[in-house]
Nanobody, 126 residues
Framework: QVQLVESGGGFVQAGGSLRLSCAAS????????MGWFRQAPGKEREFAAA????????YYADSVKGRFTISGDNAKNTVYLQMNSLKPEDTAVYYC???????????????????WGQGTQVTVSS
C-alpha cells in the first residue's frame, strides 16, 4: 500500500501564499499519478491539481489555474502544491491522492484514486 502524509496548511490572509507538501512512501512519484483535492465544509471533495512524473504532465482545475502550481521532487518522493493569491473560497481541507493505474485523462475524478492522505487545513481570511 501507499502512505501519503500532507503538511503545510495554516491560516493566511487573502492574497497570501502557502506551500503544501505530500510525502509518499516508496517510489510513488515516479510511477503514480499524484493529485491534490480539497473539501470545504458541507461541500463535495473537488479536484485542484494533478501531476504525472513519467508523462511530464500537469493539470489544473479552472478555479486554481494561474494561482496554484503542482510540482514534485522525485528524490524525496514528495509532491508540492504552491498556492499563491489565495482567496477565502480556497478555504478547505486539502488532500493528497495517488493511483498507479489511472489514465491521465481521468485525473480530475476523485473516485479513480486508490490512496489518500489525512488532509491538511487551509484557512484564508478576508
Amino acid at each position: 500500500q501507499v502512505q501519503l502524509v500532507e503538511s503545510g496548511g495554516g491560516f493566511v490572509q487573502a492574497g497570501g501564499s502557502l506551500r503544501l507538501s505530500c510525502a509518499a512512501s516508496g517510489r510513488t512519484l515516479s510511477t503514480y499519478v499524484m493529485g491534490w483535492f480539497r473539501q470545504a465544509p458541507g461541500k463535495e471533495r473537488e479536484f485542484a491539481a494533478a501531476i504525472s512524473w513519467s508523462l511530464g504532465s500537469t493539470y489544473y482545475a479552472d478555479s486554481v489555474k494561474g494561482r496554484f502550481t503542482i510540482s514534485g521532487d522525485n528524490a524525496k518522493n514528495t509532491v508540492y502544491l504552491q498556492m499563491n493569491s489565495l482567496k477565502p473560497e480556497d478555504t478547505a481541507v486539502y488532500y493528497c491522492a495517488a493511483d498507479r493505474y489511472l489514465s491521465f485523462r481521468r485525473v480530475a475524478n476523485k473516485d479513480e484514486y486508490a490512496y489518500w492522505g489525512q488532509g491538511t487545513q487551509v484557512t484564508v481570511s478576508s
